[in-house]
């Protein structure tokens, strides 16, 4: 005999049912994610050829995501209230903020970072902090952080860049996801040969890049949307070399003619048998120009990535100067302490200082591709180290104060001609000695080679000085070191005649800002739990900033003073207060 079922049980059935249902769908419109560690969707890029689909308004972008996401008429970055600008999502929940050069005057004028406000389409705001310029397009940027709810809906939606206290009128319509750091291309640079690229999100893996044959560079008027497509020279890690554009076609004449329209830069990719598709791009092309006077070269020059080191630089530049870097070259990456203080006060006191501003995270070995051609006009060497390094030669030890006359730094390079030598040297090679914290539990105010003196008995890894010249078409490197051209060759340098000594296992309140971010491309972040025995990290160290026990006595093994003796003989000075060193006073 059938049971009947029970109005009760049927009615709570279908509750049960269609609570289900509603929860599935609303879910799947407005997913959310209890974790901040996501994986970005997949995106659907679609090509531009004159361009379909790419508009040159201020909000968009030359790849449009194909995402559906809930209309929300707020304000957009086109309306006159806001400062028009581009969006990119950084590491971290950062949002990089580009302001674009159509913003009236009285938007970008008097700029502080308490001045603005990041405000996004659910009407949260976020501080904007004022990062920098842009040398290359003189852009000026922003930074704000990406409010935690708004990292729960996908697409990320731009925000609107405002005063703060502004009155903001909501309209349409509805702002642009961002750009994704990602994969974009974000910097150019124009040679009297060709153009380079910097893109991210392409090549991954150090060693295993895309074929040029797969890539074309294509230049876009942003006025018209005109397109013009060169070939690709050559694709190795985030630097893509491309042919000059014939730009003709845009009413630009040539070289002293001027190029008074906005050109941006981007990466077409064809994979055999698939539709092409265009990296989203920051990037602009600045025509090449001559100088108009030739400058002196500088012998030799010193480059490196820098953030935060105002404490640290004069140190640095006053004895590396001291041994024959005649000028420093630093790619500020975003640095929010006295950097630029510290940089103007050196430049008064005749140290030759120069900075480029380069807003964009791990990309070190771009940045070091970037500096090679930047600096080519204005050094024949550069030694590519970090403000935590100092060469030193043990043959100094007898140096009493070295004049401009001594060899020293010199000494290592080439003592012949390179373009009389059959296979010249194109580089030259120096270990490094890695120091520990030496019982240091604080910054030691009179200088890192004087409070770190006791360092690990095998070295490891090594720093180079390279012929600009020199370097392979590619420019590729790798831990501060370049390919170098068919016929040169690199020269290692033994430990008796140079050495770098790299204070990397500083006091712990200074060492656990390395679990901030790795600068390199292809280095895993410290935090984490990938590639664990490479040699970039601390030996016994876990994924997290946690001070081990007796941090301040590890890595100790030799006792080494060489360095800090000779530079107390160079510089220090007597004072009202006592000795000093010369980078206190």
Avoid at 176 to 191: D, G, H, K, N, Q
Avoid at 436 to 454: A, D, I, K, M, R
Avoid at 474 to 486: D, G, T, V, Y
Wanted: charged residues 20%; glycine residues 4%.
């Amino acid at each position: 005999m059938r049971r009947k079922v029970s109005p009760a049980f049927l009615f709570l059935f279908l509750s049960v049912f269609l609570f289900a249902s509603f929860s599935l769908y609303f879910s799947s419109c407005n997913p959310i994610y209890a974790s901040t560690e996501i994986s970005f969707p997949s995106v659907n890029l679609t090509a531009i050829s004159k361009i379909p689909g790419y508009s040159s308004s201020s909000s968009s972008l030359a790849i449009k995501e194909d995402v559906n996401y809930l209309t929300r008429h707020v304000a957009s970055i086109q309306d006159s209230s806001g400062v028009k600008s581009v969006s990119v999502l950084l590491p971290d929940w950062e949002v990089l903020l580009i302001v674009l050069p159509e913003s009236t005057p009285p938007a970008t004028a008097s700029i502080t970072g308490n001045d603005f406000l990041c405000l996004y389409p659910n009407n949260e705001t976020s501080p904007a902090r004022f990062s920098g310029v842009l040398p290359s397009t003189n852009q000026t940027t922003f930074k704000c952080g990406l409010p935690k709810r708004n990292r729960r809906r996908l697409p990320f939606l731009s925000p609107v860049l405002i005063r703060s206290g502004e009155e903001f009128l909501v309209s349409s319509p509805p702002p642009e996801p961002m750009m994704r750091w990602t994969r974009l291309a974000y910097e150019s640079f124009t040679t009297e040969n060709d153009v380079v690229l910097f893109v991210k999100g392409l090549n991954h893996r150090q060693g295993i890049n895309l074929s040029p044959k797969e890539l074309t560079c294509v230049f876009i008027d942003e006025t018209s949307n005109n397109a013009v497509r060169t070939a690709v020279t050559s694709s190795i890690q985030e630097v893509f070399r491309c042919e000059r554009p014939d730009l003709t076609s845009f009413g630009y004449g040539g070289v002293g003619n001027g190029l008074n329209k906005r050109i941006k830069v981007s990466l077409e990719i064809r994979h055999q048998g698939e539709s092409s598709f265009m990296m989203p791009s920051v990037a602009y092309y600045i025509p090449w120009r001559k100088l108009e006077i030739e400058r002196p070269k500088a012998l030799l020059c010193a480059s490196t990535m820098v953030f935060d080191v105002a404490k640290f630089l004069r140190e640095w530049v006053m004895y590396h100067s001291r041994i024959g870097v005649e000028k420093f070259v630093l790619y500020d990456n975003d640095s929010d302490d006295d950097l630029m203080k510290v940089i103007k006060e050196l430049n008064q006191e005749g140290y030759n200082i120069e900075t480029f501003f380069w807003i964009w995270p791990k990309t070190q070995e771009a940045g070091f591709s970037h500096a090679s051609l930047y600096a080519k006009d204005s050094c024949t060497w550069m030694m590519y180290l970090d403000v935590d390094e100092f060469v030193f030669a043990p043959s100094w030890v007898t140096s009493l104060q070295p004049s401009p006359d001594d060899p020293m730094l010199r000494s290592l390079l080439p003592k012949t001609q390179w373009w009389s030598d059959p296979r010249p040297i194109g580089q030259v090679s120096i270990r490094c000695n890695e120091f520990g914290p030496s019982n240091q539990t604080t910054h030691p105010l009179e200088g890192v080679t004087q409070g770190y003196t006791c360092r690990r008995k095998e070295d490891n890894r090594h720093k180079s000085i390279v012929l600009l010249e020199a370097i392979e078409h590619s420019l590729l490197n790798a831990i501060h070191h370049f390919k170098l051209k068919e016929g040169y060759r690199t020269k290692p340098v033994s430990l008796e005649v140079a050495v770098v000594n790299h204070y990397k296992y500083q006091a712990w309140s200074e060492f656990k800002v390395k679990f901030r971010r790795r600068v390199s491309a292809y280095v895993v972040d410290w935090t984490k739990g990938l590639n664990p025995l490479s040699k970039d990290r601390a030996p016994g160290l876990g994924f997290e900033a946690v001070e081990p026990s007796g941090w301040e006595q590890k890595f100790c093994e030799v006792q080494d003073g060489r360095l800090k003796l000779l530079a107390q003989r160079w510089f220090e000075k007597q004072t009202m207060a006592g000795s000093k060193m010369a980078w206190q006073i």
